[in-house]
């Protein structure tokens, strides 16, 4: 029998990226930010299943967060006149805030 490998975790650096891109000095400082990481992607599949979100990339530079949605239906998370963005924003906002 063969290994079993993950085939996202085999790919990870040669054909992929990292879902998060940012690191830390204080392990207690990681923890934070691992769960704070946790709560936005639940937060966004709960909240966008009609948008069939593909991935979700997460970045952090110094105090800027930067969530990155691959959709297929990019219109339902915009929304009408960029209305649905903007409160995405303003609740993932409070998300990162609070933790």
């Given at each position: 029998?063969?290994?079993?490998?993950?085939p996202?975790g085999?790919?990870?650096?040669?054909?992929?990226?990292?879902?998060?891109?940012?690191?830390?000095?204080?392990s207690?400082?990681y923890?934070?930010?691992?769960?704070?990481?946790?709560?936005?992607r639940?937060?966004?599949?709960?909240?966008?299943?009609?948008?069939?979100i593909?991935?979700?990339?997460?970045?952090?530079?110094?105090?800027?967060v930067?969530?990155?949605?691959?959709s297929a239906?990019?219109?339902?998370?915009?929304g009408?006149?960029?209305?649905?963005i903007?409160?995405?924003?303003?609740?993932?906002?409070?998300?990162?805030?609070?933790s």
């Amino acid at each position: 029998m063969g290994q079993k490998v993950n085939p996202i975790g085999f790919r990870i650096g040669v054909y992929f990226g990292w879902d998060s891109r940012w690191c830390v000095r204080d392990s207690k400082e990681y923890a934070r930010l691992l769960a704070e990481d946790l709560a936005v992607r639940d937060f966004i599949k709960k909240n966008l299943k009609s948008a069939e979100i593909g991935r979700v990339e997460i970045e952090r530079a110094g105090d800027a967060v930067r969530v990155v949605l691959h959709s297929a239906r990019p219109g339902v998370v915009i929304g009408k006149k960029g209305q649905e963005i903007e409160t995405l924003r303003q609740r993932i906002a409070k998300l990162v805030q609070s933790s």
